[in-house]
């Protein structure tokens, strides 16, 4: 005789506190759901059809400042301090957690042309066009006291950008020439050049510390190496490069922001073909700089936009825009990776958010595993149309989107002519250029 009998063991469903959610027992065998893969269609519809309405990016704007901001300086350690400059060579520090400036002084004559904190966050340094690099405590001064810098040095050149080493004591600057200089000395250790008039920006390697890299007027992208007597390798393009900015997870790879409206992502082995052309800008690109992760990077144009790229992306995932910006001249990413932050030239620093439709504030354990569902869910059926069609859709400015469908037309005509070009010549003479190779001139080492 077969006798079945049902055997439970209290600890799959027996709560141990009230606390606790009822355990529900699931059974995962397929057949036993024939319209799984809907259900789950379905769900990713929705979630990005959520995420889409919850896309509110702006956080707050912060006001201040009497003229156009032109740079950042980030804080290496205290997430709630932005250092900002302006046209009118005033510096200001801001307290991001309550939304106020803590700090606020007349630092050089005429514009501030870059700010750079120390490796340890106790001191940053400034430059202007009044060719002084002053040294400031990143400590407000006591009640009483006058805002003075710790040490002024006078360059014999004019400066246009600054950068500090991340290991070591060192720092460099740029303007018509490459020097490398050391906190505790008034003069430079070492001057490169390399036949160029002017370099307007310079930027260390965050892995490999002791290479740097500068655009230059010539329209060139020259490499640096601090313990060389001379530069390593240059690069030249169609049109100038006004920002440099290296991937802090990948030391190889870095990107510029160029005068036709792209982007270029190299690679230090490899400077002869960029790795990737990032396009959607329709005027000048001013500044770009990476998230900390590595994965993304964020943009600002003349076109006054802000754009997020990921880095192996040809295209933008996501625009930022508000009415009253103007030309947008810096953008920083803050170190958690939440936060961008963006200068401009109406005298606004406006703070957003990394990700449009996440939510600020505390999140409890169920809802972060809900959000992470809808984000597998939303990765596993990005690929289909109506999904895709509903994530890729933005609302832009209209001289932004007259400007897009300029820019196609020229385009579309220019690749008809040179295939009729070379429909109509002898094979071989027109030879296909790719669109990686048709912004570069040359490669010097």
């Given at each position: 005789?077969?006798?079945?009998?049902?055997?439970?063991?209290?600890?799959?469903?027996?709560?141990?506190?009230?606390?606790?959610?009822?355990?529900?027992?699931?059974?995962?065998?397929?057949?036993?759901?024939?319209?799984?893969?809907?259900?789950?269609?379905?769900?990713?519809?929705?979630?990005?059809?959520?995420?889409?309405?919850f896309?509110?990016?702006?956080?707050?704007?912060?006001?201040g400042?009497?003229?156009?901001?032109s740079?950042?300086?980030?804080?290496?350690?205290?997430l709630?301090?932005?250092?900002?400059?302006?046209?009118?060579?005033?510096?200001?520090?801001?307290?991001?957690?309550?939304?106020?400036?803590?700090?606020?002084?007349?630092?050089?004559?005429?514009?501030?042309?870059?700010?750079?904190?120390?490796?340890?966050?106790?001191?940053?340094?400034?430059?202007?066009?009044?060719?002084?690099?002053?040294?400031?405590?990143?400590?407000?001064?006591?009640?009483?006291?006058?805002?003075?810098?710790?040490?002024?040095?006078?360059?014999?050149?004019?400066?246009?950008?600054?950068?500090?080493n991340?290991?070591?004591?060192?720092?460099?600057?740029?303007?018509?020439?490459?020097?490398?200089?050391?906190e505790?000395?008034?003069?430079?250790?070492?001057?490169?050049?390399?036949?160029?008039?002017?370099?307007h920006?310079?930027?260390?390697?965050?892995?490999?510390?002791?290479?740097?890299?500068?655009?230059?007027?010539?329209?060139?992208?020259i490499?640096?190496?601090?313990?060389?007597?001379?530069?390593?390798?240059?690069?030249?393009l169609?049109?100038?490069?006004?920002?440099?900015?290296?991937?802090?997870?990948?030391?190889?790879?870095?990107?510029?922001?160029?005068?036709?409206?792209?982007?270029?992502?190299?690679?230090?082995?490899?400077?002869?073909?960029?790795?990737?052309?990032?396009?959607?800008?329709?005027?000048?690109v001013?500044?770009?700089?990476?998230?900390?992760?590595?994965?993304?990077?964020?943009?600002?144009?003349?076109?006054?936009?802000?754009?997020?790229?990921?880095?192996?992306?040809?295209?933008?995932?996501?625009?930022?825009?508000?009415?009253?910006?103007?030309?947008?001249?810096?953008?920083?990413?803050?170190?958690d990776?939440?936060?961008?932050?963006?200068?401009?030239?109406?005298?606004?620093v406006?703070?957003?958010?990394?990700?449009?439709?996440?939510?600020?504030?505390v999140?409890?354990?169920r809802?972060?595993?809900?959000?992470?569902?809808?984000?597998?869910?939303?990765?596993?059926?990005?690929?289909?149309?109506?999904?895709?069609?509903?994530?890729?859709?933005r609302?832009?400015?209209?001289?932004?989107?007259n400007?897009?469908?300029?820019?196609?037309?020229?385009?579309?005509?220019?690749?008809?002519?040179?295939?009729?070009?070379?429909?109509?010549?002898?094979?071989?003479?027109?030879?296909?250029?790719?669109?990686?190779?048709?912004?570069?001139i040359k490669?010097?080492?």
């Amino acid at each position: 005789m077969k006798v079945k009998m049902l055997s439970r063991n209290p600890d799959n469903y027996v709560r141990e506190t009230k606390l606790q959610q009822h355990k529900v027992p699931r059974n995962y065998d397929p057949e036993l759901h024939p319209l799984e893969g809907a259900r789950e269609y379905v769900r990713a519809l929705n979630a990005t059809k959520l995420d889409r309405v919850f896309a509110k990016p702006f956080v707050c704007n912060l006001s201040g400042h009497r003229d156009g901001v032109s740079c950042f300086g980030k804080h290496p350690k205290m997430l709630s301090t932005l250092a900002t400059g302006a046209y009118d060579g005033e510096v200001r520090i801001w307290d991001l957690a309550n939304r106020c400036s803590s700090r606020n002084f007349v630092a050089h004559d005429g514009f501030v042309r870059g700010i750079a904190y120390a490796r340890n966050g106790e001191r940053f340094l400034t430059v202007g066009d009044d060719k002084t690099i002053k040294v400031w405590k990143s400590e407000s001064p006591e009640v009483g006291e006058d805002e003075e810098p710790v040490n002024t040095i006078l360059s014999r050149y004019i400066l246009h950008g600054i950068a500090h080493n991340r290991k070591d004591n060192h720092f460099a600057t740029c303007g018509e020439v490459c020097a490398i200089w050391d906190e505790k000395h008034n003069d430079p250790l070492k001057t490169l050049k390399w036949g160029v008039d002017t370099l307007h920006t310079i930027s260390y390697n965050p892995v490999e510390t002791n290479v740097l890299a500068c655009c230059a007027s010539d329209r060139s992208i020259i490499l640096y190496d601090q313990r060389e007597a001379q530069p390593l390798r240059k690069v030249v393009l169609t049109m100038k490069s006004n920002k440099l900015a290296w991937n802090p997870m990948e030391a190889f790879n870095f990107t510029v922001a160029n005068e036709d409206c792209n982007l270029y992502t190299f690679d230090t082995r490899k400077l002869h073909t960029p790795l990737k052309v990032h396009f959607d800008h329709v005027s000048a690109v001013t500044d770009v700089d990476y998230s900390p992760t590595g994965k993304e990077f964020v943009t600002a144009s003349y076109d006054k936009t802000i754009r997020i790229y990921q880095a192996h992306q040809s295209h933008s995932r996501d625009i930022y825009h508000t009415k009253r910006m103007q030309h947008v001249v810096c953008v920083s990413w803050s170190l958690d990776n939440r936060y961008i932050f963006s200068g401009s030239d109406e005298m606004n620093v406006r703070m957003w958010k990394a990700n449009a439709s996440e939510k600020l504030g505390v999140i409890r354990p169920r809802e972060r595993a809900n959000f992470n569902y809808q984000e597998a869910l939303k990765a596993k059926y990005a690929a289909h149309p109506q999904i895709k069609r509903i994530a890729r859709h933005r609302q832009v400015p209209r001289h932004v989107l007259n400007a897009q469908r300029k820019m196609r037309v020229v385009k579309e005509k220019d690749q008809i002519k040179e295939a009729n070009v070379r429909k109509h010549s002898k094979k071989g003479t027109v030879p296909h250029v790719s669109e990686k190779k048709k912004h570069i001139i040359k490669e010097e080492v």
